[in-house]
């Protein structure tokens, strides 16, 4: 049994890693400036106690609005001697258009620093639905999305992922990006009973999410986006990473609708 701490372990992606290294017999230790192991990215005072004994690290950063790498490159520095062999960040899909934005920097301090790491990439969560930024607001799902598609993933799949690259000590210096089983569209044919789809341009969004005080802190690359399309891509997923093959992967539970259940009648 190997104890891993998470960063950003009371999140959507942290919460669901521990069930998954729990159920493995590992011991999850979810860290965050409210959890019973406490630590804050602007309070060096916490990293120590966080990191002892830690086997692996996974890494949730503080947000993209500013460049946090070189916090990062002193706790990988910290987290070395404290016995910690291998680090996992979860950075977003995107990354190469933004290289000097605070997710790319990140992943550079990664690959500078002293331990053998692995960097996970995945696409637009299907959670995003129902836990972020595209949760219905007075009925409707307020989105700058036009008619782009997306391969929406569960973050069951990236917990599954990133468990098992974990315990494996495997993907060493690696870069996988993650993704759904096929790209959806936002219509909403496709949502389900999530709730109607009102396009709008991105200010447009983002202030009305202000005003009903659901803004998201980013945590992809911010900025301009991608040519349209080129985000839609289907890629490797949890089964390519931890051999159960494409069929076991999970789909998206939110984002596919009627869609979802057309394919789960045929597994």
């Given amino acids: 049994m190997s104890t891993?701490?998470?960063l950003g372990g009371t999140g959507k992606v942290g919460r669901r890693l521990a069930i998954s290294l729990s159920a493995a017999g590992h011991e999850p230790r979810p860290a965050s400036r409210?959890?019973?192991?406490?630590?804050?990215?602007?309070?060096?005072?916490?990293?120590?106690?966080?990191?002892?004994?830690?086997?692996g690290l996974f890494i949730v950063g503080p947000?993209?609005?500013?460049?946090?790498?070189?916090?990062?490159?002193g706790l990988l520095a910290a987290a070395g001697p404290a016995g910690v062999?291998?680090?996992?960040?979860?950075?977003?899909?995107?990354?190469?258009?933004?290289?000097?934005?605070?997710?790319?920097?990140?992943?550079?301090?990664?690959?500078h620093g002293p331990l053998p790491w692995t960097i996970l990439r995945p696409a637009h969560f299907s959670q995003n639905f129902t836990e972020a930024?595209?949760?219905?607001?007075?009925?409707?799902?307020?989105?700058?999305?036009?008619?782009?598609?997306?391969?929406f993933i569960d973050v069951r799949d990236i917990a599954d992922v990133a468990a098992a690259v974990l315990a494996s000590g495997g993907y060493d210096g690696a870069t996988v990006d993650l993704s759904g089983p096929e790209a959806v569209s936002f219509a909403p044919s496709g949502?389900?009973?999530?709730?109607?789809?009102?396009?709008?341009?991105?200010?447009?969004?983002?202030?009305?999410?202000?005003?009903?005080?659901?803004?998201?802190?980013?945590?992809?690359?911010?900025?301009p986006g991608p040519p349209a399309g080129r985000l839609s891509r289907v890629g490797p997923a949890r089964g390519?990473?931890?051999?159960?093959?494409?069929?076991?992967?999970?789909?998206?539970?939110?984002?596919?609708?009627?869609?979802?259940?057309?394919?789960?009648?045929?597994?």
């Fill in 240 to 267: 390519t990473v931890i051999g159960l093959g494409a069929g076991r992967q999970r789909r998206p539970r939110v984002a596919c609708g009627r869609e979802r259940d057309r394919l789960a009648a045929r597994r």
């Fill in 4 to 6: 891993f701490l998470i």
């Fill in 133 to 151: 930024m595209f949760a219905p607001s007075d009925g409707l799902i307020l989105a700058p999305v036009g008619t782009g598609r997306e391969p």
């Fill in 85 to 111: 062999k291998h680090a996992v960040l979860l950075s977003a899909r995107g990354v190469e258009f933004l290289p000097d934005g605070a997710v790319a920097l990140a992943e550079q301090a990664l690959r």
């Fill in 34 to 55: 409210q959890a019973a192991v406490r630590f804050d990215w602007a309070d060096h005072s916490t990293w120590a106690a966080a990191l002892a004994g830690a086997d």
């Fill in 63 to 73: 947000g993209s609005a500013t460049d946090w790498s070189p916090s990062l490159a």
């Fill in 191 to 223: 949502l389900g009973n999530a709730g109607g789809l009102h396009r709008v341009a991105d200010g447009d969004a983002r202030r009305h999410q202000a005003r009903r005080g659901r803004l998201p802190q980013r945590r992809g690359p911010a900025g």
